[in-house]
């Protein structure tokens, strides 16, 4: 279950994200591990697994734009890692390594989660997290040796919409007809936090057992059910994370930012205003928001589906500071990115492992 323990004073920052934001820097190994899965049919037409085209080009731009947008990825001790279906010999982008397998007709979303304990088995890592490609932006990477041994998921926006969502994809992908009650008492309280696909991990001792008992579903399922779409993901990992130890994002904990911007019940709502009407300005709102943004800078370590205007306030390499213009410049972020590198300021550890090739 998910931690809900006593929120401190700034709202959404509880005592394990303060613990881990001062622990110091160690010499773990943490993979971020993202896929481009595009050789099968494909339902899910937003995110991470939008339509895409099957060559090079593509699957290095995805990985340009992550990079430009992702400062934790310069932390030392992390690794990134791709893995796509498309034919290709390039092993390796711009400091990413890329892992092939052959494509399949199957759901991709779903899929990735063999392909990823694939790679995880056998290799060497401290702590991994699997990402969403498109729209994940790696803020910043906790030492591995400061987290407790717990399953980290990211959590899903708060409206009830992600509820009707859930019951809808599970009767399109039959996963309904293996609920638990567990998960059915669940899904049906409006207080509980959902869990979110696009980032999911943590230490070896709590990730790879989690991601190993989620192929299994999977595999299970397949055998009696044929001819699905993709989602299963978001429903057999909020019942995994039912059944394990779990830290979450925002507002329980530091694994991601809230989706969207949007943030949960009350928060930062101008009806708590101690004003007379208790209405404020659009102005003030947005002083409101800004404000909590820059109070947990460095708190949180991905931002899913995230504003740009809070990527700009987050902590990113010296060659980024000024964020205002790289926000809205309209070239492509990864020239806006080694642009910067490359203006005569002294390197970096982003500016040398990321903007050698090309």
Known sequence: MADRRAQPAIYGVTSLMNQIATAPSDSSLTLIVATFLVGSRNTHMSGSFGKRQRSLESITKGI??????????????????????????????RGATLLH?????SVPTDRRWALVLRMLTGRAWDCAFAVDLAD??????????????????????????????????????????????????????????????GVVGG????????????????????????????GGDMILWNEVGLES?????????????????????MHHSCKNASRANGICSLAERKHRVHLWVNQTRGQYWFGHKMRKSWLARQHFPPCLLNLNVYGQARSAAWKRYCACCRAGQQQNICCATYCTAG
């Open 64 to 93: 340009d734009d992550m990079v430009a947008r992702s400062p934790g990825l310069c932390s030392p001790g992390v690794r990134l890692f791709v893995i796509h279906d498309v034919d290709i010999n390039v092993t390796s982008w």
């Open 101 to 105: 397998f052959p494509p399949k007709v």
């Open 136 to 197: 994940v932006n790696v803020l910043r990477v906790p030492p591995c040796r400061a987290l407790p041994p717990r399953l980290f998921i990211g959590s899903d926006g708060c409206s009830g919409g992600i509820r009707k969502w859930l019951r809808r994809k599970a009767i399109r992908t039959r996963l309904n007809s293996s609920h638990s009650a567990r998960y059915l008492t669940f899904l049906g309280d409006p207080k509980s936090t959902i869990l979110n696909a």
């Open 203 to 230: 230490p070896r001792s709590a990730f790879e057992p989690a991601l190993r008992a989620l192929v299994h579903r999977f595999r299970r399922h397949w055998a009696v059910h044929t001819n699905l779409e993709d």
């Open 245 to 265: 130890d779990v830290v979450t994002g925002y507002p329980l904990g530091p694994v991601n930012y809230p989706m969207y911007g949007m943030f949960c019940g």
